[in-house]
């Protein structure tokens, strides 16, 4: 139920200073609750038109908060709420043309129900660290698919890891 | 002393016995078309009926259903607990407002519902770098004080232990007893029950258990069935025989040589084995016994009831469980749990009626 997490309505050009310095769409939380801002983007990937955007062109808007992608790490008391819908800012000069497009986004969120921690010494027992203890301080990009996310993604290299979602999309200016 | 002072305060068993029998007196209208509580069976055993709103998830995420309107079909169907979940609250997490908290005590006012237990997470996990044990302490200090605003003396917890054992002086300066959840497929007997156990030993104000009733299931999901006929890989008459043959304690293997002379699809003859392993986890009942003492909440996991008037799970044995929660002095809420809309999209999963059913099984069950 949670696949479908991109949204048509919000998808637009940005425009700064009368130019077009990139484009934007918007996605709700793929999951039962809010996130920390630092756990929602832990792996993040955005292709449009088969076009891969890297990290540092990807910035996000939560609130009235702006995040950029390659600083996420930091936002770990900054809270993404339940029903409120992310902006994922792409910088992309002269932006996107009218018409339609292809998006696809892919996103790993961590879980509560793990730990990156090695358990201390005391503690060895089974469910002390969590069901699904993470592999610790990986990022899901470029590996191994944690459990229960990137069955979707396939074989896809850019996907890897991550629950995706893909939508043509209608570009309106 | 007015009625949030008096839950704020008194917190334990009695208050929120006598609370929530007085809830059901005082809000006639509320109640009258949902079943009404009695004063009497209240008081006979100490089991109340409450809901988690996590049951409520896609409707609030997809249908515009609010906290509000959450509280009013708890009341309106008399599970006066409230099992709140911060981390899906909107605007003001983790910094909450005395504004939002005065709406909060307010509608538990309007509704008669009873603030009792705060669904937290440790969230140990949330950077790429692992979190020192103090940082996690300190996250939860934070949540442990807005439970304590909202009235909410129970907090289910889970790992990591050692995370757990050093916020246990913090819940016993906040007056909240942490239940760390016994969640599938966790076994009733083992390493991780004994250490908490010798922590509720030690600290039994502090913590304890919130059994999940996940742990007791024995059938399979019907849905998942539906699922694999509409796809054309399960034939309804053998999926149904070897559900029954599952259901009267037939041999396993009896059941797959009986399978194999029905002309069997693929999907036909795996399906013995996933009836056969949906009780692979199932815990005895009995066993929940020793741990009682230990318990203040416990979670009504449901995926799915049965679709008539008769209100069953379909899947746990709570025709087993509860009543030795009843006659074992279990002391507390039995919150609904409704998980079912997490698998599938096929179908538009009903939280409201599915939570309804829930609860009228517990109320034939527990007589109020």
């Known amino acids: 139920m949670w696949e479908h997490f991109l949204l048509k309505r919000g998808f637009r050009n940005v425009v700064r200073g009368g130019q077009i310095t990139g484009f934007q769409f918007k996605i709700v939380i793929p999951y039962y609750r809010g996130l920390w801002v630092s756990a929602a983007f832990q792996g993040f990937a955005v292709r449009v038109d088969g076009v891969v955007y890297p990290k540092n062109k990807i910035s996000l808007k939560i609130g009235d908060r702006t995040f950029p992608l390659t600083e996420v790490d930091q936002a770990y008391d900054d809270f993404w709420y339940f029903h409120d819908p992310a902006t994922v800012i792409v910088e992309k000069p002269g932006g996107l043309t009218p018409g339609l497009h292809k998006v696809e986004c892919g996103i790993f969120y961590e879980k509560s129900y793990g730990t990156k921690e090695t358990p201390p010494e005391g503690y060895n027992f089974?469910?002390?660290?969590?069901?699904?203890?993470?592999?610790?301080?990986?990022?899901?990009?470029?590996?191994?698919?944690?459990?229960?996310?990137?069955?979707?993604?396939?074989?896809?290299?850019?996907?890897?890891?991550?629950?995706?979602?893909?939508?043509?999309?209608?570009?309106?200016? | 002393m007015n009625r949030r002072e008096c839950i704020s305060i008194l917190a334990g068993a009695t208050a929120t016995t006598v609370l929530a029998t007085n809830g059901a007196m005082g809000n006639n209208s509320a109640t009258a078309a949902g079943p009404s509580a009695s004063a009497k069976t209240v008081l006979d055993h100490k089991v109340k009926r409450g809901v988690s709103i996590y049951s409520y998830q896609r409707a609030m995420m997809e249908k515009g259903m609010t906290l509000r309107d959450c509280l009013e079909e708890m009341s309106d169907i008399g599970a006066y607990g409230v099992e709140f979940m911060t981390q899906a609250m909107s605007g003001e997490y983790p910094n909450v407002s005395d504004k939002w908290v005065d709406e909060w005590w307010k509608m538990m006012d309007k509704f008669g519902t009873i603030p009792d237990c705060l669904t937290g997470f440790v969230d140990s996990c949330r950077r790429l770098k692992p979190m020192t044990i103090e940082e996690n302490v300190a996250f939860l200090e934070r949540d442990l004080k807005i439970a304590k605003k909202l009235g909410l003396t129970k907090v289910r917890l889970g790992p990591p232990a050692w995370v757990i054992e050093h916020a246990i002086p913090v819940a016993e300066k906040y007056g909240i007893w942490i239940g760390w959840e016994i969640h599938a497929p966790m076994p009733l007997k083992?390493?991780?029950?004994?250490?908490?156990?010798?922590?509720?030993?030690?600290?039994?104000?502090?913590?304890?258990?919130?059994?999940?009733?996940?742990?007791?299931?024995?059938?399979?999901?019907?849905?998942?069935?539906?699922?694999?006929?509409?796809?054309?890989?399960?034939?309804?008459?053998?999926?149904?025989?070897?559900?029954?043959?599952?259901?009267?304690?037939?041999?396993?293997a009896e059941v797959?040589?009986?399978?194999?002379?029905?002309?069997?699809?693929?999907?036909?003859?795996?399906?013995?084995?996933?009836?056969?392993?949906?009780?692979?986890?199932?815990?005895?009942?009995?066993?929940?016994?020793?741990?009682?003492?230990?318990?203040?909440?416990?979670?009504?996991?449901?995926?799915?009831?049965?679709?008539?008037?008769?209100?069953?799970?379909?899947?746990?044995?709570?025709?087993?469980?509860?009543?030795?929660?009843?006659?074992?002095?279990f002391d507390g809420f039995i919150a609904t749990e409704f998980e079912g809309q997490r698998v599938g999209g096929v179908e538009d999963v009903d939280e409201i009626e599915e939570v309804r059913r829930h609860q009228l099984m517990l109320k034939r069950i527990l007589g109020s």
């Open chain 1, 126 to 173: 089974q469910f002390s660290a969590g069901f699904f203890p993470p592999s610790r301080g990986a990022a899901p990009q470029g590996g191994a698919p944690p459990a229960g996310m990137g069955a979707s993604a396939g074989k896809d290299p850019v996907m890897a890891g991550l629950m995706t979602c893909s939508l043509d999309m209608v570009l309106v200016i």
């Open chain 2, 190 to 252: 083992s390493e991780l029950i004994d250490w908490v156990v010798k922590q509720a030993e030690k600290h039994p104000h502090a913590i304890g258990f919130v059994p999940d009733m996940g742990i007791f299931q024995k059938y399979p999901r019907p849905f998942t069935r539906e699922l694999q006929i509409r796809a054309g890989t399960l034939t309804r008459d053998t999926a149904l025989y070897i559900e029954d043959a599952y259901r009267k304690g037939a041999d396993k």
């Open chain 2, 256 to 329: 797959a040589s009986k399978v194999q002379g029905m002309k069997p699809k693929p999907g036909d003859v795996s399906y013995v084995e996933a009836v056969y392993r949906a009780g692979a986890a199932c815990q005895n009942p009995k066993d929940l016994i020793p741990l009682i003492p230990y318990c203040k909440h416990v979670h009504g996991k449901c995926h799915e009831m049965t679709k008539g008037d008769e209100f069953n799970d379909t899947e746990m044995l709570y025709g087993e469980v509860i009543p030795v929660l009843m006659e074992n002095g």
